[in-house]
């Protein structure tokens, strides 16, 4: 690789780890490529991206930026998986993706600018999605609502149900 593409990759990625609210690091060896492949594909459809980086260039990349805090963790075969969007998507699917490749494992991570440890990531993975949260919410909402109208109903079915008993008897 010239200078000039280390240098486009490095501005690449500085503007990734700036623009990314978590930034997941995770140790890939022992994986093949089709694999590799799908936890890409899947890693895309949360909105969230997978790359594999030189650790030198992503050390570089890291610099005055939130992530120079789990530098560290930038030994041995290092893919980065960043997000800007749903955090608990990306958790979750890299959880799913590491319980089947027993080789990979999650090595830091950095949400919000501070760094958290592999088991925040994990507790993230566990956590009910944004749509879930919501209709929960949505549901806890209306319930108050849904029990005053039945309660303002039942005195007009009691009424009707008198009347119409009323009626049946004079018949």
Request: proline share 5%; charged share 25%.
């Amino acid at each position: 690789m010239k200078r000039a593409e280390k240098e486009k990759v490095v501005e690449l990625l500085k503007g990734a780890f700036q623009g990314s609210e978590t930034v997941i690091l995770v140790d890939f060896k022992g994986i093949n490529v089709p694999d590799i492949t799908e936890l890409r594909s899947r890693v895309r459809e949360t909105g969230s991206a997978y790359q594999v980086v030189k650790n030198t260039l992503a050390l570089r990349a890291a610099q005055d930026t939130p992530i120079a805090e789990i530098q560290a963790h930038f030994i041995g075969p290092t893919a980065i998986a960043y997000t800007s969007g749903n955090v608990v998507a990306l958790a979750k699917v890299l959880k799913e993706f590491l319980k089947t490749n027993p080789n990979m494992s999650l090595k830091a991570a950095v949400m919000e600018g501070q760094p958290i440890s592999v088991r925040d990531v994990e507790a993230l993975a566990d956590m009910p999605s944004k749509e879930e949260l919501l209709s929960k919410l949505l549901y806890l909402l209306n319930a108050p609502l849904a029990r005053l109208a039945g309660a303002v109903q039942s005195p007009l079915r009691s009424l009707a149900s008198v009347l119409k008993q009323l009626e049946e008897k004079q018949k």
